[in-house]
């Protein structure tokens, strides 16, 4: 029996210890390095490009000649007005690579005994990162499509005279949503997050090359892709693949999306469903690579992202 990626020697590049173990200025000079690699690590001004610079009295903080503009090594980009040491900072990019499933902001503040507001935030700016550096090309080959319902619980009666038929409209939160997942057989994931499966239609219209061959299920309302692309249907209620045609790729991707929901951050949805769906299609695509160079993928990410209207000030609420 062939021995799983994840268990081999290949797939564990990446020391935690290592990282943690880095003193201050070799943290900050990797940072420094992947963030201004054009000039070996010498500050650029975030604000206008200028290469000439002063030093401020304050360590690692500089000033630019041409605008003046006061900078450090991390303004500008996705962690802006940090807190934390860039040490912290890799170490917690490390734990968070590390989480084959994904990793929760909770357990993230034991590991590295900060809050949990910070820990949450440090997540989502790493997964807004992600997002950014990833390719949103268009789709091509043979694209597996699907969708998934997420969120919208709703707890059962304690008296079953009392319980509610939970399948029904009325009977419903309204909070229910669905991730689209559009993989290309094996190649790359999009991911997009709608009210309805219907809706995936036009998702999949816009991500998705003509040419393509379209994989999908029974659903009726996938039968109106059939007048944009090549298409291949599977009845899942017959087979899970036949003829050519499976969404088997799709699947996969659902089943990580529902382990990381079950298993490791009990609740995915809401407005932050669509981010948690994309650091897992980026999980998916990377799973064959080894965990030293998913750790270099999202520093260098973070360290070219701009900064986070989204998370930069948050608990504050700016």
């Not at 590991?111 to 949990?116: A, E, K, S, V």
Request: proline residues 2%.
């Amino acid at each position: 029996m062939a021995q799983h990626f994840l268990l081999s020697p290949a797939a564990k590049t990446l020391s935690l210890a290592k990282v943690l173990r880095m003193s201050d200025e070799d943290a900050k000079s990797s940072f420094r390095a992947l963030r201004w690699a054009s000039t070996d690590g010498e500050p650029v001004c975030p604000k206008c490009g200028c290469l000439d610079h002063s030093d401020l009295k304050r360590p690692d903080y500089w000033q630019c000649k041409g605008c003046k503009y006061q900078f450090s090594m991390t303004s500008g980009t996705i962690f802006h007005s940090r807190k934390l040491s860039v040490r912290d900072i890799l170490g917690a990019i490390a734990i968070f690579t590390n989480g084959a499933k994904g990793y929760s902001a909770l357990q993230l503040s034991r590991d590295l005994c900060i809050t949990y507001k910070a820990a949450f935030v440090l997540c989502h700016k790493m997964r807004e990162a992600i997002g950014a550096a990833r390719d949103e090309g268009a789709l091509s080959g043979n694209v597996e499509v699907d969708g998934a319902y997420f969120g919208g619980y709703v707890k059962p009666a304690n008296r079953r005279e009392d319980r509610k038929d939970r399948r029904r409209k009325v009977h419903q939160s309204g909070k229910r949503q669905v991730v689209i997942a559009m993989r290309e057989t094996k190649g790359r994931t999009l991911t997009g997050v709608v009210s309805n499966e219907a809706e995936g239609v036009a998702l999949t219209r816009a991500n998705v090359q003509a040419g393509a061959t379209v994989h999908a299920d029974e659903a009726a309302h996938w039968d109106k892709l059939a007048a944009h692309f090549p298409i291949k249907r599977i009845n899942h209620q017959k087979a899970y693949s036949q003829d050519g045609a499976n969404t088997n790729a799709a699947e996969s991707f659902f089943s990580r999306i529902r382990r990381a929901e079950i298993g490791t951050h009990h609740h995915v949805a809401g407005k932050y469903l669509a981010a948690y769906a994309t650091e897992m299609a980026w999980r998916e695509d990377a799973r064959r690579t080894a965990n030293g160079s998913q750790f270099a993928m999202i520093v260098s990410a973070a360290a070219v992202a701009p900064k986070s209207d989204a998370w930069c000030g948050y608990w504050q609420k700016r």
